[in-house]
Structures are given as C-alpha cells and as structure tokens.
C-alpha cells in the first residue's frame, strides 16, 4: 500500500508509524497523542494503523468531532482502499443517518462484516456493538471529553474482556509538551513536525 502510495511518507510520518507499529504489535496496550499541524499527514498515519487492526482481523474505530470530518474521513479510507483493491469494507455512522441506515451499519458492526467503523459520537451510543475491537482513534482530541474517549475505548471489552484496545489520539491545537503531558498524563507522544514537500501553506483565521 505505501510503495503505491502517489507520495512518500515525510521522516516526521514514517518515525510515527514505526512507533506505533511496534507498540500494536507488541506486548502492551498502545495510549498515543499524535501532534501535528493541519496538512502535516497525521490522517494516513493513522489510516495504516487502522489497516494494520483490520488486516489482522481486527475492527478499528475512527471517532471525529463533527459529521462533516466524520464524512471526509470515511470517503477518503473508501476512495484509497477501492484504489488499491484492498477488500476491507469502511462503515460510516453518524446521528443525522436514518433508523433505517443506523440499523444496517450496527448489523455490519456487529457481525464483524465492518472492519473499520468511521462515525461521530454516535459510536459510542449503546445499541453499536464491536466485534473484536483492537484500536480506537480520536481525531481533534481536545472536543471530546475524557469520558467519550473512555467510552468508545470501553467498547472493546463488551464482546471480549481480555481485549483492551489500543488508543490513539489525533490533535492539531499546537499544545507544548511539559503541558501535555499534564493533560494527557496517560499519553506517550508523538510529534510530526515536518510537513509534505508538495504541501500549500496553511491559511488560519
């Protein structure tokens, strides 16, 4: 999927997937912040770590803070996977889907037909139920409260209660690291401080 990849991961992008690599596939349960400015490639970052999940039969789930980042995240994993014939299927859950849509995505969650589930808080309401649910990812961490990214990270251990998942969190507000650490005192942290060479400079206002 990389060597395919349009683009080469910058060394920033690669030194994170390297860590996170080796943290979900080792021994102990990964609980990562990944920092970066907007356009620096935290989302194909964590895109591999929830292939990574699915590849090893696995669900992943992606919680985003609002339906529209929710819905771009979704067709953007959907556009890269029908690209290059992955055959993982994406589910997208959000609150303003009719009971009809709702119900259709819970049975594919449910029933592990999903491998990767992308959605707003509604994937934490009670009626979704995981199916070996090994990795949670938070984009824009700091709109969400502790307890919604307890809540989703809690999901894993309703079908199996050996399988904790593994965490991580996405988050592009520019935190310095002493003060992150005391906010996020159970967070190891990642730092990607290089952006894409093609990459147009970011307008904020």
């Known amino acids: 999927f990389l060597a395919n990849l349009p683009y080469e991961l910058t060394g920033a992008q690669k030194r994170v997937w390297e860590q996170i690599q080796e943290e979900m596939c080792g ?7 990944i ?10 970052v964590a895109l591999l770590a929830l292939l990574l999940a ?8 992606m919680m985003a803070p609002t339906e529209v980042l929710a819905k771009q995240h979704y067709e953007s ?48 309401q009670e009626k979704v139920h995981y199916d070996r649910l090994a990795l949670v990812i938070t984009d824009e961490q700091h709109r969400f409260g502790v307890g919604q990214r307890e809540a989703l990270g ?19 507000t520019p935190i310095p690291r002493t003060l ?3 906010l996020y005192g159970d967070l190891d942290i990642s730092i990607i401080d290089e952006m894409p060479a093609e ?7």
Do not use: W
């Not at 050996?162 to 965490?167: D, I, S």
């Not at 990459?199 to 206002?205: A, D, G, S, Y």
């Open 77 to 124: 994993i959907t556009e890269l996977f029908e690209t290059y014939g992955i055959e993982k299927q994406v589910v997208l859950v959000t609150g303003s889907m009719t009971a009809k849509e709702k119900r259709l995505a819970y049975e594919k969650i449910a029933s592990h037909e999903a491998d990767i589930i992308v959605g707003t808080h509604a994937l934490i």
């Open 27 to 33: 021994k102990l349960v990964m609980s990562r912040l």
């Open 199 to 205: 990459r147009l400079p970011i307008k904020n206002c």
């Open 154 to 172: 809690n999901k894993g251990s309703e079908t199996d209660s050996e399988l904790t998942p593994h965490v991580l969190v996405m988050s592009a």
């Open 35 to 44: 920092q970066g400015d907007v356009g620096s490639g935290k989302t194909i």
């Open 180 to 182: 992150a650490i005391i």
């Open 54 to 61: 699915a590849l090893n039969g696995y669900q992943g789930a």
